[in-house]
């Protein structure tokens, strides 16, 4: 059993920066590839960014891509989502999700991850 944690969402500026954290607890952590998604009301969870458990490059959905970056720190159990150049149309609650290490993975989708967080809201307005 995983448990993970969200912290570092809030309210921002369009253009203004965010970096969002999970912590996890429970197993192995280097053993899982990690995720965000994230859901705005009314709409269905869509993939953000990922990153294999041996770390390496992140995986970006377009919409994210140049402005997003997804980072681990597999000494302290957690992964991190900068975020730069926040737009309205990313105000979303964000999720934070654990995926076991297996062959043919697909980072981009939900159901291929095991371990939820609750979510942390990122509110873009000015």
């Known amino acids: 059993q995983v448990q993970l944690v969200e912290s570092g969402g809030g309210l921002v500026q369009p253009g203004g920066s965010l970096r969002l954290s999970c912590a996890a607890s429970?197993?192995?952590?280097?053993?899982?590839?990690m995720g965000w998604f994230r859901q705005a009301p009314g709409e269905e969870r869509e993939f953000v960014a990922a990153?294999?458990?041996?770390?390496?490059?992140?995986y970006y959905a377009d919409s994210v891509k140049g402005r997003f970056a997804i980072s681990r720190d597999n000494s302290k159990n957690t992964v991190f989502l900068q975020m730069n150049s926040l737009k309205p149309e990313d105000t979303a609650v964000y999720y934070c999700?654990?995926?076991?290490?297996?062959?043919?993975?697909?980072?981009?989708?939900?159901?291929?991850?095991?371990?939820w967080g609750q979510g942390t809201q990122v509110t873009v307005s000015s």
């Open positions: 990153i294999p458990w041996s770390m390496g490059n992140g």
């Open positions: 999700a654990a995926a076991r290490k297996r062959i043919g993975i697909r980072l981009g989708v939900p159901y291929e991850y095991d371990y």
């Open positions: 429970g197993d192995t952590f280097s053993r899982y590839a």
